[in-house]
């Protein structure tokens, strides 16, 4: 099990589950990250955190602890 | 009349639409999450004009932030004849999403497919036909941004309305889809509108639904668990199970009307080419400062690029000294664009006033006339009004950076640090915001989800000091440096640190609240990143028009008047009856009665007799903050004859009287400006923050403006004083005593701070053990 915290930058992969709860995750939800959704991870902020990933066609932000509900592999 | 709604994503052009269809001037940024309220108009070129109501731009329909619920509200409860829904076609697969979401309920609905014209250019093509058989509803290619097909739109919009719509769901060939439709027979029986939109949403247990319907969703639950989760093997989460469907249906049916031409195309390529240096692992920091140094260096500095030393020679060739048009363009150095601007105003409005003696002494007025009108009128409404240009010029820079798309990037830089003191990224535009006005910033503030987050950030959005105080800042910088020559004359660099000292203050402030009052942690930090695209000059225009009306509005009304009063509050006495001296009169017995308080802050009962006139103008500026400088402008006519000579600008000539008249000191004139910067903010912003707080508890917010502005003025001018003759005075003991008591308060707030962490691990522990 892999997630997408620990993905290195240019790292891809495919959303297996949405772990979390409540806000969060449906959040998560709306914003496309769904099982079997491509994820690219194209960089991260100059202080390491959050990150900026690619999917579904747009550029999203998300920091490190929500990325660590997304699992992938 | 007909009253459509414009639902859809955030940043998918929706205002620029609502402003095309009504022709009004609403604010448009390149960034999720500018309309965060509803905004009504007139569509008038239609048979018969159509309502256009403009809702906040969401993802989804679910209950978690205050946007949603409002824009699911206005849809369900308020039921508008049509929703326009607008799709970005950069973006199909997202903007779709809240589309299979909406068009679950029965209203008929229409879907405009916004910035297709982008989409052409970089070779991507969508079939638009495809794509409306496959959704089952009409679509409409539109450009919002150039006004292209939205006569077609609205047109066709009215003969959706003609045909009547039930709900349709993309889940009915789901695992969900029987219970779904269980749900849906159940509600329709209780002659629920919209049956089948509750319905879905009972299946996800949202929230409202459930406490709006129990009976139904117990139902609902147990027949989950009985048949679904026999049948199918699906016992899960219904949220997911749905959200996941929802996207599954639209990769599968939509996505496929979209042929991309190559794989990253030429207007992504160069928003990652942009992104490669600004939002850089090294560089993106240090240039975000650049940017930021460069927009207040360029809207205030009077010796531009400091090359005031190679300009200096050409200045005295050309002749500057003394020449009023010619030191528009360099003084000591060259002006920077903003300076320039205010400079040339400046000329004018002097102008006018000279024109305006000569006029009435010319029709013969009395001189109490012409002194209401010259001085009280004129001079207080001019010496807020020069500093126009140089708030235009700051306000355009920041439009720029919005309209870019820029400035969310500075959030994803920014958050890392701005989670420190307790707010997401997302409190950054609200607070650049604010340095404009703090009204929408502070309506901004509804995109932040958390409650305690979003009040605290309320709070010290007037500390992002706002084009109003500019004023005060400027002229009163500008007045300092006239007299003493202090800060290498530079006015500036007043100015700057002042800003400085607002942003300090706000973050320590959020800081201690974040770990006290309002305890908890940064919310989520999940959004979206704009591509770059080309400021539109229209739209920038259009931002700079609407902020000089009001301006010029606010000056010609509230200012007026309040000049109007406050010149015969101070010409009158209690008599009614003209005084000789302004010693004598109501104004002067009011602010000798509050000048007292401000005693701590260096501009008390330390004064002279004339010293009252900063109590008073401290007070006039909890109206409007320009009336601060207004009041100087028109009490220094009253207190001398003549204005000091020389090329001083409007405002900066009045704080000079005001300095020789009172003996305030530098120190305390600081802690003036601090305290006018950080107190209770104008009526307008007070109403704001009031509507934006919970009810009742806004007392505290008043408080907190308060206790911060005195806290902090008062350091100002003690830390100030002793600074400025420290030997002289034997003060050298108050210098360790006062760094003594500012490491004490460091120490204390890290210690609450420490305190507020561990605390929180204890409570996230014992919370794990609890689901264990």
Same mark, same amino acid.
């Given at each position: 099990?892999?997630?997408?915290?620990? =993905?290195?930058?240019?790292?891809?992969?495919?959303?297996?589950?949405?772990?979390?709860?409540?806000?969060?995750?449906?959040?998560?939800?709306?914003?496309?990250?769904?099982?079997?959704?491509?994820?690219?991870?194209?960089?991260? @902020?100059?202080?390491?955190?959050?990150?900026?990933?690619?999917?579904? %066609?747009?550029?999203?932000?998300?920091?490190?602890?929500?990325?660590?509900?997304?699992?992938?592999? | 009349?007909?009253?459509?709604?414009?639902?859809?994503?955030?940043?998918?052009?929706?205002?620029?639409?609502?402003?095309?269809?009504?022709?009004?001037?609403?604010?448009?940024?390149?960034?999720?999450?500018?309309?965060?309220?509803?905004?009504?108009?007139?569509?008038?070129?239609?048979?018969?004009?159509?309502?256009?109501?403009?809702?906040?731009?969401?993802?989804?329909?679910?209950?978690?932030?205050?946007?949603?619920?409002?824009?699911?509200?206005?849809?369900?409860?308020?039921? +508008?004849?049509?929703?326009?829904?607008?799709?970005?076609?950069?973006?199909?697969?997202?903007?779709?999403?809240?589309?299979?979401?909406?068009?679950?309920?029965?209203?008929?609905?229409?879907?405009?497919?916004?910035?297709?014209?982008?989409?052409?250019?970089?070779?991507?093509?969508?079939?638009?036909?495809?794509?409306?058989?496959?959704?089952?509803?009409?679509?409409?290619?539109?450009?919002?941004?150039?006004?292209?097909?939205?006569?077609?739109?609205?047109? /066709?919009?009215?003969?959706?309305?003609?045909?009547?719509?039930?709900?349709?769901?993309?889940?009915?060939?789901?695992?969900?889809?029987?219970?779904?439709?269980?749900?849906?027979?159940?509600?329709?029986?209780?002659?629920? +509108?919209?049956?089948?939109?509750?319905?879905?949403?009972?299946?996800?247990?949202?929230?409202?639904?459930?406490?709006?319907?129990?009976?139904?969703? /117990?139902?609902?639950?147990?027949?989950?668990?009985?048949?679904?989760?026999?049948?199918?093997?699906?016992?899960?989460?219904?949220?997911?199970?749905?959200?996941?469907?929802?996207?599954?249906?639209?990769?599968?049916?939509?996505?496929?009307?979209?042929?991309?031409?190559?794989?990253?195309?030429?207007?992504?390529?160069?928003?990652?080419?942009?992104?490669?240096?600004?939002?850089? /692992?090294?560089?993106?920091? +240090?240039? =975000?400062?650049? $940017?930021?140094?460069?927009?207040?260096?360029?809207?205030?500095?009077?010796?531009?690029?400091?090359?005031?030393?190679?300009?200096?020679?050409?200045?005295?060739?050309?002749?500057?000294?003394?020449?009023?048009?010619?030191?528009?363009?360099?003084?000591?150095?060259?002006?920077?664009?903003?300076?320039?601007?205010?400079?040339?105003?400046?000329?004018?409005?002097?102008?006018?006033?000279?024109? *305006?003696?000569?006029?009435?002494?010319?029709?013969?007025?009395?001189?109490?006339?012409?002194?209401?009108?010259?001085?009280?009128?004129?001079?207080?409404?001019?010496?807020?009004?020069?500093?126009?240009?140089?708030?235009?010029? *700051? =306000?355009?820079?920041?439009?720029?950076?919005?309209?870019?798309?820029?400035?969310?990037?500075?959030?994803?830089?920014?958050?890392?640090?701005?989670?420190?003191?307790?707010?997401?990224?997302?409190?950054?535009?609200?607070?650049?915001?604010?340095?404009?006005?703090?009204?929408?910033?502070?309506?901004?503030?509804?995109?932040?989800?958390?409650?305690?987050?979003?009040?605290?950030?309320? /709070?010290?959005?007037?500390?992002?000091?706002?084009? @109003?105080?500019?004023?005060?800042?400027?002229?009163?910088?500008?007045?300092?440096?006239?007299?003493?020559?202090?800060?290498?004359?530079?006015?500036?660099?007043?100015?700057?640190?002042?800003?400085?000292?607002?942003?300090?203050?706000?973050?320590?402030?959020?800081?201690?609240?974040?770990?006290?009052?309002?305890?908890?942690?940064?919310?989520?930090?999940?959004?979206?990143?704009?591509?770059?695209?080309?400021? %539109?000059?229209?739209?920038?225009?259009?931002?700079?028009?609407?902020?000089?009306?009001?301006?010029?509005?606010?000056?010609?009304?509230? $200012?007026?008047?309040?000049?109007?009063?406050?010149?015969?509050?101070?010409?009158?006495?209690?008599?009614?009856?003209?005084?000789?001296?302004?010693?004598?009169?109501?104004?002067?017995?009011?602010?000798?009665?509050?000048?007292?308080?401000?005693?701590?802050?260096?501009?008390?009962?330390?004064?002279?007799?004339?010293?009252?006139?900063?109590?008073?103008?401290?007070?006039?500026? *909890?109206?409007?903050?320009?009336?601060?400088?207004?009041?100087?402008?028109?009490?220094?006519?009253?207190?001398?004859?003549?204005?000091?000579?020389?090329?001083?600008?409007?405002?900066?000539?009045?704080?000079?009287?005001?300095?020789?008249?009172?003996?305030?000191?530098?120190?305390?004139?600081?802690?003036?400006?601090?305290?006018?910067?950080?107190?209770?903010?104008?009526?307008?912003?007070?109403?704001?923050?009031?509507?934006?707080?919970?009810?009742?508890?806004?007392?505290?917010?008043?408080?907190?403006?308060?206790?911060?502005?005195?806290?902090?003025?008062?350091?100002?001018?003690?830390?100030?004083?002793?600074?400025?003759? +420290?030997?002289?005075? %034997?003060?050298?003991?108050?210098?360790?005593?006062?760094?003594?008591?500012?490491?004490?308060?460091?120490?204390?707030?890290?210690?609450?701070?420490?305190?507020?962490?561990?605390?929180?691990?204890?409570?996230?522990?014992?919370?794990?053990?609890?689901?264990?």
């Amino acid at each position: 099990m892999k997630l997408l915290s620990q =993905f290195k930058v240019g790292e891809r992969g495919v959303v297996v589950a949405v772990h979390g709860e409540g806000a969060i995750r449906r959040r998560l939800f709306d914003m496309g990250i769904t099982p079997g959704a491509e994820i690219y991870l194209r960089k991260k @902020a100059p202080l390491g955190d959050p990150m900026e990933v690619s999917l579904r %066609g747009y550029e999203l932000t998300l920091r490190n602890a929500e990325a660590a509900h997304v699992e992938m592999k | 009349m007909l009253k459509f709604a414009l639902a859809g994503n955030p940043n998918s052009g929706k205002t620029t639409l609502f402003n095309a269809l009504t022709g009004s001037t609403a604010h448009v940024g390149n960034w999720p999450g500018v309309t965060v309220d509803k905004r009504e108009g007139t569509y008038k070129k239609g048979e018969n004009p159509v309502d256009i109501v403009d809702l906040p731009g969401i993802y989804s329909l679910s209950p978690y932030t205050p946007e949603e619920v409002i824009a699911r509200n206005f849809i369900l409860e308020e039921r +508008p004849d049509c929703i326009i829904n607008i799709v970005d076609a950069t973006n199909l697969e997202r903007n779709l999403y809240l589309t299979t979401q909406l068009m679950e309920v029965d209203t008929p609905m229409i879907i405009a497919l916004n910035m297709a014209d982008v989409l052409e250019k970089n070779g991507d093509h969508i079939d638009v036909k495809a794509l409306e058989k496959n959704v089952g509803l009409p679509v409409v290619e539109i450009s919002a941004l150039k006004g292209r097909n939205i006569d077609l739109l609205m047109e /066709r919009a009215v003969e959706a309305v003609e045909q009547k719509r039930v709900g349709v769901s993309v889940l009915k060939d789901s695992v969900l889809g029987s219970a779904i439709a269980n749900a849906e027979i159940a509600l329709k029986l209780k002659d629920v +509108p919209a049956p089948l939109f509750h319905a879905v949403k009972l299946v996800e247990k949202d929230e409202i639904e459930v406490k709006n319907h129990p009976a139904e969703a /117990r139902a609902v639950e147990s027949f989950i668990k009985e048949n679904v989760c026999q049948k199918s093997g699906f016992c899960g989460d219904a949220e997911a199970e749905i959200a996941d469907a929802r996207y599954k249906y639209i990769t599968a049916h939509y996505s496929s009307t979209l042929t991309r031409a190559r794989k990253a195309a030429d207007e992504t390529s160069k928003t990652e080419k942009a992104d490669k240096i600004l939002t850089n /692992r090294f560089a993106g920091i +240090p240039i =975000f400062l650049v $940017i930021l140094f460069l927009i207040f260096h360029l809207t205030f500095s009077e010796d531009m690029f400091f090359l005031g030393a190679i300009i200096k020679p050409f200045g005295e060739w050309c002749g500057v000294e003394g020449n009023a048009a010619k030191s528009i363009f360099f003084a000591g150095g060259l002006n920077s664009p903003g300076v320039i601007l205010f400079n040339a105003l400046d000329l004018l409005t002097s102008k006018i006033g000279e024109w *305006l003696t000569l006029g009435l002494n010319g029709l013969g007025a009395s001189s109490w006339v012409s002194g209401l009108v010259v001085d009280g009128i004129w001079g207080g409404v001019a010496s807020v009004l020069s500093f126009l240009p140089q708030i235009l010029v *700051l =306000f355009l820079f920041f439009s720029i950076l919005e309209d870019s798309g820029y400035m969310a990037r500075v959030a994803f830089m920014l958050d890392r640090i701005f989670r420190r003191f307790g707010v997401s990224g997302r409190a950054f535009m609200p607070m650049i915001m604010g340095f404009g006005c703090s009204v929408p910033a502070m309506i901004n503030t509804r995109t932040m989800a958390d409650e305690r987050e979003r009040e605290a950030t309320v /709070r010290v959005i007037p500390f992002f000091s706002c084009g @109003a105080k500019l004023p005060i800042l400027l002229a009163i910088a500008g007045g300092i440096v006239a007299t003493t020559g202090v800060a290498g004359g530079y006015a500036d660099v007043i100015t700057y640190s002042m800003y400085l000292l607002g942003i300090v203050t706000a973050l320590v402030c959020l800081l201690i609240m974040r770990n006290t009052t309002k305890r908890g942690e940064a919310s989520p930090f999940i959004m979206e990143l704009p591509t770059y695209h080309l400021p %539109g000059f229209k739209n920038l225009m259009l931002h700079l028009w609407d902020k000089a009306k009001h301006f010029i509005q606010k000056a010609f009304t509230i $200012i007026l008047v309040s000049c109007v009063v406050v010149w015969f509050l101070s010409n009158f006495g209690w008599n009614w009856k003209m005084v000789d001296s302004m010693d004598q009169s109501i104004l002067a017995s009011i602010g000798q009665f509050l000048q007292p308080i401000f005693t701590p802050l260096g501009f008390g009962a330390q004064l002279n007799q004339n010293g009252w006139v900063f109590a008073v103008a401290a007070i006039t500026g *909890l109206i409007a903050k320009e009336d601060v400088i207004a009041t100087f402008g028109t009490l220094a006519a009253c207190l001398v004859a003549s204005m000091p000579s020389g090329e001083y600008g409007e405002g900066v000539a009045e704080v000079m009287v005001m300095i020789e008249q009172t003996g305030i000191t530098v120190p305390a004139l600081i802690s003036f400006i601090a305290f006018n910067m950080l107190t209770i903010p104008c009526f307008a912003a007070v109403a704001a923050a009031k509507g934006e707080t919970a009810k009742g508890k806004f007392k505290w917010t008043l408080l907190f403006w308060i206790v911060v502005s005195f806290v902090t003025s008062a350091i100002v001018y003690s830390f100030g004083t002793m600074f400025n003759h +420290p030997i002289a005075n %034997g003060n050298v003991w108050s210098i360790f005593v006062s760094i003594g008591i500012v490491i004490l308060a460091a120490l204390a707030i890290l210690g609450i701070v420490l305190y507020n962490k561990h605390m929180n691990k204890k409570e996230a522990k014992a919370k794990l053990l609890k689901n264990k």
